[in-house]
């Protein structure tokens, strides 16, 4: 694994202070006027809560329009290890905490990572957690059952790439499944829960596939 280096940081933290300074600016301007009283700091509290999110979900998606996250290997040194590092520190201190607290409503998980740059179609739903969201596009009315995990990066000692995971129409990924790099799942697949499907697997559509590591269970030439 390869070390977060200062610069990273302190973009990051600058980022972050500014987020939070414009957060606290917007919050007095707008809910400045309300009247002292009990719930006056709760209010302004959770309304100030808010609004960080709100400025940091704009920020995040500003720095990545700079800094896309890319498939292939990432060399070290370059710009994209320098994106990759902030935008992992954007991920793992501001949102990851709350996507895997298993508090925020199914609905609104989806809603969250549409706005982190997964690709989910109609009807399509996520109670598990999507690791760079930017590198999965799943299809319309498929389901990725509760603390699934979909990991579209590759950490092997100091090798660190990305590889696009690829998920069809009406495709279930079961409860606790991890789904590795590069995997593609067609339309009508189910993915048992537990499995774990290795990098670069191709899945069939219509096809099961469940066991440590997944094999093909039912479907076609099974």
């Known amino acids: 694994m390869r070390k977060i280096r200062g610069l990273e940081i302190f973009t990051f933290m600058t980022i972050l202070s500014i987020v939070v300074v414009l957060a606290l600016l917007t919050d007095r301007l707008v809910l400045g006027w309300l009247p002292p009283g009990d719930f006056r700091g709760i209010i302004l509290f959770l309304a100030g809560a808010f609004l960080i999110y709100c400025y940091a979900f704009l920020a995040y998606r500003i720095f ?35 996507l895997r607290s298993g508090s925020v409503p199914v609905p609104l998980m989806r809603l969250i990572y549409q706005i982190l740059g997964a690709r ?10 999507i ?4 590198l999965i596009e799943i ?7 509760q603390f699934a995990l979909l990991v579209p990066h ?27 790099a590069g995997v593609t799942i067609g ?32 479907g076609p030439d099974a």
């Open 64 to 98: 990545l329009r700079s800094y896309p996250l890319r498939e292939g290997e990432i060399l070290p040194g370059s710009r994209d290890e320098f994106g990759y590092h902030v935008y992992l520190l954007f991920y793992l201190i501001l949102f990851y905490p709350v």
């Open 120 to 129: 989910l179609g109609a009807n399509t739903y996520s109670s598990g957690i």
């Open 131 to 134: 690791l760079d969201p930017p």
């Open 139 to 145: 299809g319309a009315n498929s389901i990725v059952g």
């Open 154 to 180: 590759v950490i092997e000692g100091h090798k660190l790439a990305h590889y696009k995971i690829t998920i069809g129409n009406n495709v279930t990924v079961g409860a606790h499944a991890v789904v590795l």
């Open 187 to 218: 339309d009508n697949a189910i993915i048992a829960m537990g499995a774990i499907v290795p990098k670069g697997s191709q899945i069939e559509p219509n096809s099961v596939w469940g066991g440590v590591p997944a094999k093909k269970l039912r």
